[in-house]
C-alpha cells in the first residue's frame, strides 16, 4: 500500500518536553511538508523541505525543528521553547501540482 | 504572496439540498486552486483542483467547482448533498510554477441534516 503514515496518533507531554512527530512516505516524493492546524485557523505551514539534505522554514517555525536524511522520512521535533504546542499536526508530500496528507497526529501538552 | 478567504465557518443543510461553500483568493500572480474535505479526525484529501483549461472541474463523488478570475472565486458547489457529505472542507491556493507551497482558507465545516 502506497501512502503516508504518522505516528503515533495521539502524544501527550509535559510542559518542557521535547518530543518528536514521526512522518514516512512510501510515494517516491521529492517534497515533504509539515502543517499545524488549529480550530478555526485551517493549515499552518510548519518547514518544508523538497530535497533529501534541504529543508526551508514555513510561517510558523518558531519553536520546531525537522530533518531530512532519508526521502522517505520528514521527522518534526517540537521543542519547549514552542509556547503553545497543543494542535493537530499533519504531514503531507507531494510531487508536480498535489500534495497527499497523513492521518495526522494530535499532540496535547499536559 | 497569496491568501484565501472561506467566508463561512459552519454552513448547515438539509439532506438532498443543494449546497455552496464560498472561497475567494488574492493573488498578484496566477494560481492553482484546490479544494481538500477532512473527515473528524483524519487527513486532508483532494477533492478537485484547478490547474488550467476548463474553468469547471468536477469531483467523482458530485462537487463541482468554477474558477472565476474576475471575481478571484473557486466556490464549491453540489446539487444535493448526503448525509456522508458532512465533512470539514477547506479551500487553497498557490502561485502556478510554484505549486509546492499551500495556503489554505479557514475551513467550512459542512452539516449536512436528515
Known amino acids: 500500500d502506497g501512502g503516508i503514515t504518522q505516528s503515533p496518533k495521539y502524544l501527550f507531554r509535559k510542559e518542557g518536553q521535547n518530543v518528536t512527530l514521526s512522518c514516512e512516505q512510501n510515494l517516491n516524493h521529492d517534497a515533504m511538508y509539515w502543517y499545524r492546524q488549529d480550530p478555526g485557523q485551517g493549515l499552518r505551514l510548519i518547514y518544508y523541505?523538497?530535497?533529501?539534505?534541504?529543508?526551508q522554514k514555513g510561517d510558523i517555525a518558531e519553536g520546531y525543528s525537522v530533518s531530512r536524511e532519508k526521502k522517505e522520512s520528514f521527522p518534526l521535533t517540537v521543542t519547549s521553547a514552542q509556547k503553545n504546542p497543543t494542535a493537530f499536526y499533519l504531514c503531507?508530500?507531494?510531487?508536480?501540482?498535489?500534495?497527499?496528507f497523513g492521518p495526522g497526529t494530535r499532540l496535547t501538552v499536559l | 504572496a497569496q491568501s484565501v478567504t472561506q467566508l463561512d465557518s459552519q454552513v448547515p443543510v438539509f439532506e438532498e439540498a443543494p449546497v455552496e461553500l464560498r472561497c475567494n483568493y488574492s493573488s498578484s500572480v496566477s494560481v492553482y486552486l484546490f479544494w481538500y474535505v477532512q473527515y473528524p479526525n483524519q487527513g486532508l484529501q483532494l477533492l478537485l483542483k484547478?490547474?488550467?483549461?476548463?474553468?469547471l472541474v468536477e469531483s467523482i463523488n458530485g462537487f463541482e467547482a468554477e474558477f472565476n478570475k474576475s471575481q478571484t472565486s473557486f466556490h464549491l458547489r453540489k446539487p444535493s448533498v448526503h448525509i456522508s457529505d458532512t465533512a470539514e472542507y477547506f479551500c487553497?491556493?498557490?502561485?502556478?510554477?510554484?505549486?509546492?507551497?499551500?495556503?489554505f482558507g479557514s475551513g467550512t465545516q459542512l452539516t449536512v441534516l436528515p
Open positions: 523541505s523538497q530535497i533529501v539534505n534541504d529543508f
Open positions: 484547478y490547474l488550467s483549461g476548463s474553468t
Open positions: 487553497a491556493v498557490s502561485a502556478s510554477g510554484s505549486a509546492r507551497q499551500l495556503t
Open positions: 503531507a508530500s507531494g510531487q508536480g501540482n498535489e500534495q497527499f
